[in-house]
């Protein structure tokens, strides 16, 4: 009799399970897989990728977090990557590339270590410590901004929108930008806030990225609902209504005998009276313009009309909320309460034709808490690319105004930091101090690729680069048209603090997260077709 061991199963069938060493090569090959992906469109030299759904529908976009969302990226350790664009895009708005290809290359070269026999859990310490070290470094060689530098905060926007769609026109939208910021900052003592959200992009086709206009007040993609209506109307006072104007049926099935057909007029004259008298109490609180979130019934309306009232109807929550900070005006949902002190205030407002469609101007509004800025272009695909570098621009320079510090751009800020994190390393004893260097290393990648990016040659850059910071020269970068190496500051590149440090640190937790996998147990689902495990997932070869 054989006493052979009967095999135990302690997961379901179909379960695919990766251990040791080939779970965090499966896992760093992916996260660089990805890095790879985003890091040709870095910097303003960078391509851009054309991404075609399943729908049909087409992207082209170099804004690496639009990239990573769209492609549906299936594998679990690459998720996770995308995870550090969608927080780098929340917190500042831009550097989504920056961080991805920083978190790429910090895993690659961790995979060296790795090779060395150095345990996961060491190169983890050593990157923790490295990436503290790193904010310090930063915050040392960053430099002061207030909202009086207004040509660095246009700089700042320009650097923003460099080698993005909006190129050509970058100079006149980092104006917009920096007069949308200043308007919708508030103070409190010596602290700014800024809502990016209080700074609505509105986009239109037609024209070209050059008509794009700044709008102290609101730009609504809506027209007025009765052509008896005026077309403008001066010193307007707004009821901001979020109910229908409209009679309201009843919510249940009810039926309505009629036996006479005198009894017949009578009803309908009812709800003529009942549509009259809610006309009439908009009237009456002094309003001369009414945004209804709701409907509104054509009776209504021309009662509206009748009265000299302009009106829009299903005006969208997120606009009548932007309506309420630039107007000063209370959002209403029961009509019986709207007196004269819910009304908003603004100078004008009016219809005006852009491209082929009525729009609404809300203009003119003191101290507007809100504002707008128009987007034109040529079509569809420009627009979205500009919006999305306006709001890479608004997020810059509002991050540069909250934290009050810049650094220069141009792969400067990385070369500072390397050597510094190199220096500091030398006081390490240890294994971690390979880690440390080896994080020094993973940063020059922004350089590196800015230069490949360029077609320069990325050693002969990279060796200029570190003798000019050797001799003291903090802003010493590359300037991607020449080839040459510059003072990235006196050329206008300029970047805020929070773009660096939050790329890094994203970038630095989830490597740290990466690492320390060393076991992937995806469960089973029949459906799938992959034995359970999301496409690419299975079947590494033993490395």
């Given amino acids: 009799m054989s006493n052979q061991m009967q095999p135990i199963f302690i997961l379901p ?9 080939n779970a965090q090569r499966t896992n760093i090959m992916a996260a660089k897989l990805v890095a790879e992906t985003v890091r040709t469109t870095l910097g303003p030299k960078g391509m851009d990728k054309m991404i075609v759904d399943s729908l049909g529908d087409v992207i082209v976009t170099n804004d690496g977090v ?6 549906n990226i299936e594998h679990p350790s690459a998720k996770m990557i995308v995870e550090v664009a969608k927080t780098q895009e929340d917190e500042v708005g831009d550097g989504t590339t920056t961080a991805v290809v920083i978190a790429g290359e910090l895993l690659k070269r961790a995979e060296e270590l790795l090779d060395q026999e150095i345990h996961p859990t060491v190169v983890s310490k050593g990157y923790r410590i490295a990436a503290e070290k790193a904010q310090t470094i930063l915050l040392n060689i960053s430099e002061q901004v207030t909202e009086k530098d207004t040509e660095l905060l246009i700089n700042i926007a320009i650097t923003a929108m460099t080698g993005k769609g909006s190129e050509a026109a970058k100079e006149k939208l980092a104006e917009l930008t920096v007069k949308a910021v200043k308007s919708v900052m508030e103070k409190e003592g010596s602290k700014i806030m800024i809502d990016r959200g209080d700074i609505k992009l509105e986009k239109k086709v037609g024209g070209c990225v050059e008509d794009s206009e700044f709008v102290e007040g609101i730009v609504l993609d809506k027209e007025k609902v009765h052509t008896g209506m005026p077309r403008q109307v001066k010193n307007a006072k707004i009821a901001l209504i979020d109910c229908a104007l409209e009679i309201k049926s009843t919510e249940i099935d009810a039926k309505i005998q009629i036996t006479d057909p005198s009894q017949m007029q009578a009803f309908l004259d009812m709800e003529e009276k009942m549509l009259r008298q809610m006309v009439d109490k908009v009237s009456k609180s002094g309003a001369n313009v009414v945004f209804c979130q709701k409907g509104i019934d054509d009776m209504a ?8 009232i302009y009106a829009a109807r299903r005006v969208k929550k997120s606009d009548m909320e932007a309506l309420a900070r630039a107007t000063a005006g209370k959002i209403v949902t ?16 009016e219809e005006k034709k852009v491209g082929d469609e009525d ?16 987007i034109r272009g040529g079509t569809e695909h420009v627009i979205d690319e500009v919006k999305r570098a306006m709001e890479d621009a608004v997020g810059d320079v509002a991050s540069a105004l909250v934290s009050g510090r810049v650094v220069a751009g141009a792969g400067a800020p990385e070369i500072e930091l390397a050597r510094n994190l190199r220096l500091f390393s030398d006081s390490l004893s240890g294994r971690e101090q390979l880690a440390v260097k080896a994080f020094a290393d993973a940063i020059e990648i922004i350089p590196r690729t800015l230069a490949e990016n360029s077609g320069l040659d990325p050693i002969d850059i990279m060796t200029e680069l570190k003798a000019m910071h050797d001799k003291g020269k903090k802003w010493a970068g590359v300037d991607v048209f020449t080839g040459k190496v510059i003072d ?41 077709g992959h034995g359970g495990m999301p496409p690419g997932m299975g079947g590494m070869p033993d490395m």
């Fill in 301 to 308: 309306q021309h009662f509206l009309a009748k009265k000299g």
């Fill in 488 to 528: 990235s500051w006196k050329a206008g590149v300029i970047e805020p603090l929070k773009i660096k440090t939050q790329a890094i640190s994203s970038a630095a937790e989830v490597a740290m997260m990466i690492l320390r996998i060393d076991d992937v147990i995806a469960g089973s689902n029949k459906d799938s």
């Fill in 13 to 21: 069938e179909g379960t695919q399970r990766t251990t040791g060493r």
């Fill in 334 to 349: 029961n009509l019986d309460d709207l007196n004269e002190s819910d009304l908003g205030k603004s100078g004008l407002v």
């Fill in 359 to 374: 729009m609404t101007y809300v203009q003119e509004c003191r101290n507007a808490k809100s504002v707008t800025i128009l």
């Fill in 66 to 71: 639009t990239i990573l969302n769209e492609m």
